[in-house]
Each structure stands twice: as structure tokens, then as C-alpha cells.
């Protein structure tokens, strides 16, 4: 069984930063591919970033050079700084973590909620303009 626990939500106005961390523990398989994802009222939830064990990482297009992943392997932390952030942002982030093949691995396919098993509870980030 894997425990994710997110941290580092809360409040900020628009063009402002938060960094949100995940911290894992449990059966975490070392080959894991860890993402980030985020659900506001009333919307589907949606792949925000992906990041593999070397660090290669995939984004949503609307985040791309705003937000940034990253992990500490030997922590089992996975890390997302955020910045410029604007009110269409705002939602509850969630991390998750699980293996996919080497063929998808690079692609859109880790940005799909419905392709993770493991998932944390949330932590919310509000964006006030």
C-alpha cells in the first residue's frame, strides 16, 4: 500500500507562487512515475505535471513555464513550485504515482488521472485576483 500526503496549499492573489509538496511512503515502487493534478468545483480532474525517476518531465500546456516539478527519489518527495499564478489556477491539487511503460512514459498518457492508482488527499490552492 502507498501513502501520499500533500502539503503547502493555501491562499494567494493573482501573481503570486506556491510550492506543494507530496511525500510518499509505503510499497513505493522505484520505477513510479509521479504526477500532479487538480480538481476545481464542478470540473473533471486534470493532469497538471508528470515527472519520471530521471527527471523527465511532462506539462499541461496552460502551465508550461509557470509551474515547475521536481522529486527527491531518496526522500520519496515529489515538489511543485508555482508561480504567476492566476485565479483559473485555483483548485484542489492532488499527487499521484504509479508505472507506466517505457513507450508512454514521455508523453500526454501520464497526465491521465484515470491511469494513476495511487492517489493523495488533496490540498487546496486558492487564487483571488
Known amino acids: 500500500q502507498v501513502q501520499l500526503v500533500e502539503s503547502g496549499g493555501g491562499s494567494v492573489q493573482a501573481g503570486g507562487s506556491l510550492r506543494l509538496s507530496c511525500v510518499g511512503s509505503?510499497?513505493?515502487?522505484?520505477?513510479?512515475?509521479m504526477g500532479w493534478f487538480r480538481q476545481a468545483p464542478g470540473k473533471q480532474r486534470e493532469g497538471v505535471a508528470a515527472?519520471?525517476?530521471?527527471?523527465?518531465?511532462v506539462y499541461k500546456d496552460s502551465v508550461k513555464g509557470r509551474f515547475t516539478t521536481s522529486r527527491d527519489n531518496a526522500k520519496s518527495t515529489l515538489y511543485l513550485q508555482m508561480n504567476n499564478l492566476s485565479p483559473e489556477d485555483s483548485a484542489m491539487y492532488f499527487c499521484?504515482?504509479?508505472?507506466?511503460?517505457?513507450?508512454?512514459?514521455?508523453?500526454?498518457?501520464?497526465?491521465?488521472?484515470?491511469?494513476?492508482?495511487?492517489w493523495g488527499q488533496g490540498t487546496q490552492v486558492t487564487v483571488s485576483s
Open positions: 509505503g510499497n513505493i515502487d522505484s520505477d513510479y512515475l
Open positions: 515527472i519520471d525517476r530521471d527527471g523527465t518531465t
Open positions: 499521484a504515482a504509479d508505472s507506466f511503460p517505457p513507450t508512454v512514459r514521455r508523453s500526454d498518457y501520464v497526465l491521465r488521472p484515470s491511469e494513476y492508482k495511487n
